[in-house]
């Protein structure tokens, strides 16, 4: 399973018009890819030198394949409709990850071997 996870600081001044934005059509068009099963969005609970606050999307997608034609077939349209939008009021970072090992509290030894 691979997460891609898109970190955006939004300035104070565009922030209620992106949050609604990005719950109810931005998430839901990268959803509607069919690349990704799921997407987490949480706030960031730092505080940042730079001000604004700073939101997290974690986009679950099965395969490195899936996230790959996403790049091709979608990121480009998605990403300029947020930069028409909200311009420099935003600034992102993308970050890939792998999911190793999921742990559940109930797991009794959470996985590891003695």
Same mark, same amino acid.
């Given at each position: 399973?691979?997460i ?30 069919? #690349? ?9 609970l %730092?505080? @940042?030198?730079?001000g &604004? ?7 679950r997608?099965?395969?490195?394949e899936a ?17 028409k939008?909200?311009?420099d #009021?935003?600034?992102?970072?993308r970050t890939?990850?792998?999911? %190793?090992? @999921?742990?559940?509290? &109930? ?8």
């Open positions: 399973m691979i891609y996870n898109v970190t955006i600081n939004i300035d104070d001044s565009a922030h209620d018009e992106w949050l609604e934005w990005m719950k109810t059509e931005h998430i839901p068009q990268v959803l509607a890819t069919g #690349k990704f099963e799921k997407a987490t969005f949480s706030k960031v %730092v505080e @940042e030198d730079l &604004g606050i700073t939101y997290s999307v974690q986009y997608c099965k395969s490195r996230l790959n034609a996403y790049y091709k077939e979608d990121a480009e349209k998605l990403r300029a409709e947020g930069l939008k909200f311009g #009021k935003q600034l992102a970072f890939e990850m792998e999911i %190793v090992h @999921e742990y559940d509290a &109930g797991d009794e030894d959470f996985g590891f071997r003695h």
